[in-house]
Every structure is written in structure tokens, then in C-alpha cells.
């Protein structure tokens, strides 16, 4: 599957934002189409969750891999975007499923989206701060 590409839903977006990147690795490919699925939902909740500035998504299902990217007017918008449905239900459904989930956040300015290879490569960074802990 593409990258869904950067969304941004509202053009009243701040100055800056707070970008959070994450990336789930699933244990077993039968779980792979239902993640796809429920990705693709979430990825439509996100977009209509208040305080959101962007949103995109890539499933890379042969690796049993999914990334997202998102900007947020704040950590609160952000916090309580995944508190809904089907967020919530989804995470709680898989958490056991995947093999592993890494998350990052930053500030950006938002006069030009973030962009995948910075998200990529923070997460990264994150993963092996977590390996050194």
C-alpha cells in the first residue's frame, strides 16, 4: 500500500505544533489486514479529531509494519484524540499483537508539513535510546 500522504483537514493551523511519529510491528501477518483496516479508520478519526493540523500514513504490510505521522495544536488535542473511537479499541485489541511499537514527539514549525525521512529517522533515534536504557 502508498503512503497516505500528508492531510491537513483546517488551514488554522499555529505557528507550531507538536508532531508525534510511531511505528507498530505486528507479531503474526493474520493480523496484518485487520491493523490495515483499523489503521484506515483511525486514520479518518484522526482527521476529524479537534486540535489536529495533519495527518499521514504508511503500511508497509509485507513487513508487518505501520508508520504514522501526525501534528497537533497541542499534547491535550492529542491526548484526547486517542482516548476516542475506534483509537482506543484498536490499541487495546492489538497491544499484544505487536512485536514493537516505537514513539516519538518533537515541536515543528509549521509553515511546511513534517516530513517522513525526519520521522524515520527520530524514530530510530527513539528505538535506540530505548535498546541503551
Not at 491537513?8 to 511519529?21: K, N, R, Y
Not at 490495515?36 to 486540535?51: D, K, S, V, W
Not at 493540523?53 to 486517542?82: C, E, N, Q
Request: aromatic letters at 10%.
Amino acid at each position: 500500500m502508498p503512503t497516505l500522504p500528508w492531510t491537513q483537514p483546517t488551514t488554522d493551523v499555529p505557528a507550531t505544533a507538536l508532531v508525534m511519529a510511531s511505528r507498530f510491528t505486528l507479531n503474526s501477518y493474520r493480523d496484518v489486514p485487520g491493523f490495515l483496516l483499523a489503521a484506515l479508520r483511525i486514520h479518518r478519526q484522526m482527521l476529524r479529531a479537534p486540535g489536529v493540523v495533519g495527518v499521514s500514513l504508511i503500511a508497509r504490510p509485507t513487513a508487518k509494519t505501520f508508520y504514522t505521522l501526525s501534528a497537533w495544536r497541542d499534547r491535550a488535542a492529542l491526548d484526547a484524540a486517542v482516548r476516542e473511537q475506534p483509537h482506543a479499541a484498536t490499541m487495546a485489541r492489538y497491544r499484544t499483537s505487536m512485536s514493537d511499537a516505537v514513539f516519538t514527539f518533537w515541536e515543528h514549525d509549521t509553515t511546511t508539513p513534517p516530513g517522513w525521512p525526519e520521522a524515520h529517522r527520530r524514530l530510530e533515534e527513539a528505538k535506540t535510546a530505548a535498546n541503551d536504557a
